[in-house]
């Protein structure tokens, strides 16, 4: 049986932590391998919008707060670590999904810039051809950001804005959350049934939903 590959999930320095966290959680739940990156400003937004804490364990403390087990199959990396797996195109992954998507991150992707693990991860993707996502959180765009993003479009990536919808009307938080994260899964080409889409009446699957 062929190895499944690894997708990589980078949680950055923008508001709404909350989705790249339960992006973590639905990737667990279907058994896809994770190589996980989080920047110092991810987890200063942890704390201030979920009041979450971090000691020397960042991995396993994640996993706990998100009801994972130990042994979840992801894989944590430090940011200064250039020799790490994702830094290197031979290693096959399925893609990444920077989620959220901080502005300085978005800059420094859209530049080629790679003086962190993060970015050089997503320069990884891009010359490689393999699927980047980068979720924005933010409001307004200013024109510089506007640049940024189309520059990354051009080149190949997804930018998606943290827009939920409302047609399904949602009547929890996690609902608006699960709307996002399901339709950023859809770009990425993960079957989910996190959300109640348009006009279906039936979903096509039923996969975990916690």
Request: charged letters at 20%.
């Amino acid at each position: 049986m062929e190895q499944q590959l690894p997708f990589i999930l980078a949680i950055t320095g923008a508001s709404g932590s909350i989705y790249g966290l339960r992006l973590l959680q639905y990737l667990v739940e279907i058994k896809q391998p994770v190589e996980l990156l989080v920047s110092r400003g991810a987890r200063q937004v942890m704390q201030e919008e979920m009041g979450l804490s971090f000691g020397e364990d960042l991995r396993a403390e994640l996993l706990a707060h998100l009801g994972l087990p130990g042994n979840a199959d992801v894989s944590f990396h430090r940011l200064d670590n250039y020799g790490a797996t994702v830094a290197s195109g031979s290693y096959r992954t399925r893609g990444m999904a920077i989620f959220p998507c901080s502005l300085g991150t978005l800059g420094a992707v859209s530049s080629g810039l790679t003086e962190s693990l993060i970015y050089r991860a997503a320069a990884v993707c891009l010359k490689e051809r393999r699927p980047l996502l980068l979720l924005l959180r933010e409001m307004p765009f200013g024109q510089i950001q506007l640049k940024q993003m189309l520059t990354l479009s051009e080149a190949g990536a997804i930018v998606a804005a943290a827009a939920p919808g409302f047609y399904h009307k949602p009547q929890t938080v996690g609902d608006m959350v699960d709307f996002v994260v399901g339709r950023s899964l859809d770009q990425l080409g993960f079957d989910n049934n996190l959300f109640k889409r348009w006009k279906e009446k039936t979903p096509l699957l039923s996969l975990p939903n916690k």
